[in-house]
């Protein structure tokens, strides 16, 4: 449940970005900055409501609990700059190289076993994104300046998420909420270097941009977030890969009922498969 709610959270995460930034504006690290802000302090305050603030200074960090919210914090902030440049469909597809990325990473580090339903799963929602984005049997996109950047942005994406999801497969002996607090903190840290380095421009926000950047951070940031952490200390990779895929599902919807983004028959196929993708794991039995 954590994962299926986390993960239609984050295929909202482009349509709240699109909203929040002003017409020819790029604004994806500052507007992550604030949402892994939000997060942390969200966080601060569930731990001290919850009496787990001793919990947090008595919690050792490690490497993965670092990486994960750097690799993370990084992730959505090319992601979300890859929403504005180009269709979110394609967006989150080259997003969501990630989970593919960290199931192949799992088996060769963490020797995770791969069933075959595992297999099957990621091969059908893997298969769907590509028929979702028009990346097979689609028409051409004239490629511009502005799509290459934003395919490379949706990548780059793709490989900190996969990044991001194997560090949650370690230090599973952490608690939920104190992982989720310092995934945002790090998140904060690294989207803050981004937005020192790139300084974008915020001076064209109006109150509309800002009121939909507060949503953002909100739903998309505090609520997706804490549960994707939540879900990956329960889930193995390749589970957590083919039931997050929903996200995909998501963002094209939104992409066509907000924005007008043309669906195809094959992307509706593509989307029945990634639904398929996401019910073989629970159907398997092989969640714990």
């Known amino acids: 449940v954590a994962i299926v709610v986390s993960a239609?959270?984050?295929g909202a995460a482009g349509l709240f970005g699109r909203m929040a930034t002003p017409p020819g504006a790029v604004l994806g690290e500052a507007l992550t900055l604030g949402r892994m802000l939000v997060g942390a302090v969200g966080m601060l305050?569930?731990?001290?409501?919850?009496r787990h603030l001793g919990l947090l200074r008595r919690t050792r960090l490690s490497w993965s609990v670092v990486l994960g919210g750097v690799f993370l914090g990084l992730s959505l902030a090319t992601y979300l700059s890859s929403t504005v440049l180009i269709d979110l469909s394609l967006a989150v597809v080259l997003h969501y190289i990630g989970p593919v990325l960290a199931t192949l990473l799992a088996r060769v580090l963490l020797k995770e076993r791969v069933s075959r339903p595992d297999l099957v799963s990621l091969a059908a929602s893997f298969l769907g994104m590509m028929f979702?984005?028009?990346?097979?049997?689609?028409?051409?996109?004239?490629?511009?300046?502005?799509?290459?950047?934003?395919?490379?942005?949706?990548?780059?994406?793709?490989?900190?998420?996969?990044?991001?999801?194997?560090?949650?497969?370690?230090?599973?002996?952490?608690?939920?909420?104190?992982?989720?607090?310092?995934?945002?903190?790090?998140?904060?840290l690294a989207t803050a270097a981004m937005v020192a380095i790139a300084r974008p421009d915020l001076s064209g926000m109006t109150t509309t941009n800002w009121v939909w950047a507060a949503g953002f951070f909100l739903v998309c940031g505090l609520l997706a977030l804490a549960l994707l952490v939540v879900a990956?200390?329960?889930?193995?990779?390749?589970?957590?890969?083919?039931?997050?895929?929903w996200e995909v599902v998501v963002a094209m919807m939104i992409g066509t009922a907000a924005f007008g983004e043309s669906i195809s028959l094959l992307a509706v196929l593509g989307a029945g498969l990634i639904v398929v993708g996401a019910v073989v794991p629970v159907m398997s039995g092989g969640s714990h």
């Open 8 to 10: 239609t959270a984050m």
């Open 132 to 188: 979702a984005a028009g990346l097979i049997g689609g028409e051409p996109t004239p490629v511009t300046d502005q799509y290459a950047l934003g395919v490379v942005l949706g990548t780059v994406s793709g490989v900190f998420y996969g990044a991001a999801l194997l560090c949650y497969r370690y230090r599973t002996d952490m608690p939920a909420d104190v992982r989720s607090f310092w995934n945002f903190a790090f998140g904060t």
């Open 232 to 245: 990956g200390k329960h889930l193995r990779a390749a589970e957590l890969s083919g039931l997050s895929y």
């Open 45 to 50: 305050v569930l731990l001290a409501l919850s």
